[in-house]
């Protein structure tokens, strides 16, 4: 192990970097790289730290144009590694130590960006929604922004709409869009005049100027899984590997508990209290809840924690597979389950479907509305009747009777 090209240990530095080789070193190690891995990238923040020394800049002065400028050089001398992915885990690192200023966040290119912007924070802290689907509401006002409000100053604009530009944008938008898309269009926009409101944009309450787009109420929902489906699901998941055994413990997480996929990724060590048999689940809008773990859901998270999970620092339960070790994010368990679902022969299955599966079981197991509506931690029973795409009549078992005629006094 004497020689660089086997130790990340012995990768020579040169300039500001060289007080924190050692702990590069290190740090690559910890996530998980392999040896031949870890080298390469030290070697990368080695080239760093002598590029810096040459040009005079100290750590302090890092910003994203440096960055910029030595990838320019990189590329020049170098025909692998030369790009800003290939260095984000040395930037990671120097970031989180504060050796160089932070990431400079996206510079809005317009004012319909600085509004958009404005319109996700206000849906992340105000209303509590999760990032992703701040980022899809906002997707869904933007042709509305940049057409009707447009300008230098759109803010400013918001004021001056009218309930009639507001029709005269869906008149012309919603006739060529699918039932879904029109749905989301219409939603998002009832919320954007919400935020404007609440902002004070605007003192007229526009969203109430926007009609629910006309559906049948249990229409176009996903098909729930039959058993012979849920079982091919689990059956094609690897036992054997590390990643199979990862697979089959998300699948049957969704499966058997009803999660969304947010829930499973966002999911702590310490969110299993093994001894009580409950899980915590972090869920929509900052609600929290306490599931038993039935014994098969057990077993999967257990057979992956103790042959599965890579030795990590990260906290979440599912975390990649492949260095680095990090938290598995949202959209990599939606590809799990679509991935697992191709390889069984199923066609396209995306995560959420997995949920409906679950209502739909446990309803056809004899469960009450109210027992599934707990399970998937609903706060409206009709919700959940929509997801067991059911009828009205378990619904009606759980409505509040309307009181007698004369039985109130």
Known sequence: MGSTACNPFRVRFVGPLAPYAAELAHEFSRLGYSVTSAVIVVRFAAHLSRWLASEEIELSAVTDAVIDRFLAVRRVEYTSHYSRRALRPVLAYLRREGLVPPEAGPVPASGSEVLLARYRRYLVIDRGLSGPVAVAYSRWVTPFVTEVLGGTDPSARVAAVTGADVAGFLASRLPSMTRKTAQMTACSLRSFFRFAQAERLTA??????????????????????????????????????????????????????????????????????????????????????????????????????????????????????????????????????????????????????????????????????????????????????????????????????????????
């Open 204 to 409: 007229v309450m526009l969203a109430d100027a926007i009609p629910p787009v006309a559906h049948r109420r249990l229409s176009g929902l996903p098909e729930p899984l039959g058993q012979e489906q849920v079982t091919a699901l689990l059956s094609v998941c690897d036992r054997t590997t590390r990643v199979g055994r990862r697979d089959f413990a998300v699948i049957t997480l969704l499966y058997r508990l009803g999660l969304r996929c947010g829930e499973v990724s966002g999911l702590l060590l310490a969110d299993l209290d093994w001894r009580a048999g409950v899980v915590t689940i972090h869920g929509k809008g900052g609600r929290v809840d306490r599931l038993p773990i039935p014994v098969d859901v057990g077993e999967a998270i257990i057979s992956y924690l103790r042959d599965g999970r890579p030795d990590t620092p990260a906290r979440t339960v599912f975390v990649r597979a492949v260095a680095p070790f990090t938290p598995l994010a949202y959209a990599s368990l939606s590809c799990i389950v679509a991935r697992t679902a191709e390889r069984a022969g199923l066609g396209t299955v995306h995560a959420h479907r997995l949920r409906h599966t679950t209502a739909s079981r446990v309803l056809n197991a004899g469960a009450s509305l109210e027992e599934v509506s707990h399970l998937l931690r609903h706060a409206s029973p009709a919700t959940t009747a929509i997801y067991a795409k059911t009828d009205l009549t378990r619904l009606a078992t759980i409505s509040r009777p309307w009181p007698a005629s004369g039985s109130l006094s």
